[in-house]
């Protein structure tokens, strides 16, 4: 057995056994537990890749992955401690809870128009073109939509992270907004629909894995008939969008002329490569640092510093720099370590473990604000998807971000009112 392959193992049954040390701490499946289940999984296809693919693969450090690991584990810490069924009330004010029922309201209003556009334009695709969309780089020409319709998705984009939360959030008050739920449902599939039009089988997955997420916060609020009903749908929708993700990986790989490999080595890419990437390029082969501008583009903007806001260009000026490929996966540890280094890494991954202490609430409280847990998703988020990249990279992307921490504010400012009140459900 070669030492690289070594270093894999070691590093998959660390994975592994923290999954199982935490389970039999929490006893149950917590938001935390699930998180380290999935990267417990991703790290072992990562061996399954290696073994098949390792004649294409450089030297593995070993003290790389050690690196990658707790840099994870100093992320993950404050998760894995809290137990989301112990919060047994999310504290919000009356005007709060007004603001974000108006926001649904006018939001579900509008996005049947776009919805009804986007879900055109798939009909027009057919499978046999997901391949050519995808590598022609067509994300942006792909939709043609309307003046109005394409207003409407721009729209729907900058709530991109708060309407599952606001579906959810609603559902607490079972019937009493049902039209509003079906409404902002519709933009919520409109991203689904769009990520299937422009061959984006990482964005399908990243919606799944972000309503599994809310859904999981907000499951204590709910009544057991919805959580039922909840959990019907989302298998029966699941099994689609699935059978979605597997058409469109399937037409990817014939198109690829991937002879050498198997198909469960073309899927183990995408759900393994992250950690074997960090361990031999952006550990071995990285020049220089980004600066920010791979991760943080956004800050630098703001600032007033020189950067990119368009992906496709600053992947082109940075991977001959770097000298490492900018189009594959490193996790998101190994995105930040390209724009940082790897000291100011470490320290950020304390900021974000710092950050989560903050939001959470003791464990003398069972109360949390919906404002810091509209912060708490934001992070947990990029750790659900983490083993692939950096989700928040593209500058777009952080806008929307930075959309949900105003509405943030917002809500926060609605709690300094002198004649406040609190919802109570």
Not at 256 to 275: A, F, M, P, Q, R
Not at 370 to 387: R, T
Request: net charge positive; proline share 2%.
């Amino acid at each position: 057995m070669d030492e690289d392959l070594i270093y894999l193992i070691l590093y998959s049954i660390a994975f592994i056994g923290c999954y199982v040390y935490f389970l039999l701490k929490m006893k149950k499946h917590t938001i935390g537990v699930n998180l380290l289940l999935i990267y417990a999984i991703s790290s072992f296809t990562t061996i399954y890749f290696y073994l098949n693919t390792s004649q294409d693969i450089g030297k593995i450090y070993g003290e790389a992955l050690i690196y990658l690991f707790g840099a994870f584990m100093v992320c993950f810490y404050p998760l894995l401690n809290f137990d989301e069924t112990r919060i047994k009330r999310i504290s919000i004010t009356s005007r709060g809870h007004k603001f974000i029922v108006y926001t649904s309201a006018f939001l579900a209003l509008i996005m049947w128009e776009g919805t009804f556009e986007v879900f055109r334009n798939c009909l027009d695709i057919s499978a046999s073109q997901l391949a050519s969309i995808y590598d022609k780089q067509e994300t942006g020409s792909n939709l043609r939509l309307s003046w109005i319709g394409g207003k409407i998705i721009m729209i729907t984009n900058a709530f991109e992270f708060l309407l599952p939360i606001f579906v959810f959030y609603l559902l607490q008050y079972r019937k009493k907004y049902l039209l509003i739920i079906i409404g902002l449902s519709l933009g919520i599939l409109s991203f689904i629909l769009m990520a299937y039009a422009n061959a984006q089988r990482i964005s399908i997955v990243k919606t799944i894995l972000y309503l599994f997420l809310v859904f999981l916060v907000f499951r204590p609020f709910l009544d057991y008939r919805i959580c039922r009903v909840i959990k019907y749908i989302g298998v029966s929708v699941g099994g689609l969008l699935l059978l979605i993700i597997i058409v469109t990986t399937l037409v990817r790989y014939n198109d690829k002329d991937n002879v050498s490999i198997d198909i469960w080595t073309w899927v183990s890419l995408y759900t393994g490569e992250g950690h074997l990437r960090f361990a031999e390029i952006i550990w071995g082969k990285l020049k220089i640092w980004s600066v920010g501008d791979n991760c943080f583009a956004l800050i630098k903007d703001i600032l007033g510093f020189p950067t990119f806001t368009d992906n496709w260009s600053r992947r082109e000026y940075w991977e001959i720099r770097q000298g490492i490929p900018t189009y594959i996966f490193y996790t998101y540890i190994g995105d930040w370590v390209a724009d940082l280094g790897y000291l100011l890494t470490f320290v950020w991954c304390f900021v974000i473990q710092k950050i989560q202490f903050f939001l959470l609430p003791s464990k003398s409280k069972n109360t949390i604000t919906i404002e810091k847990l509209i912060l708490l998703l934001l992070i947990w988020q990029f750790f659900y998807l983490g083993f692939t990249f950096y989700i928040y990279k593209p500058y777009a992307v952080q806008l929307n971000v930075l959309f949900a921490v105003f509405f943030c504010i917002i809500l926060r400012l609605t709690r300094f009112y002198k004649s406040n009140s609190y919802e109570k459900k």
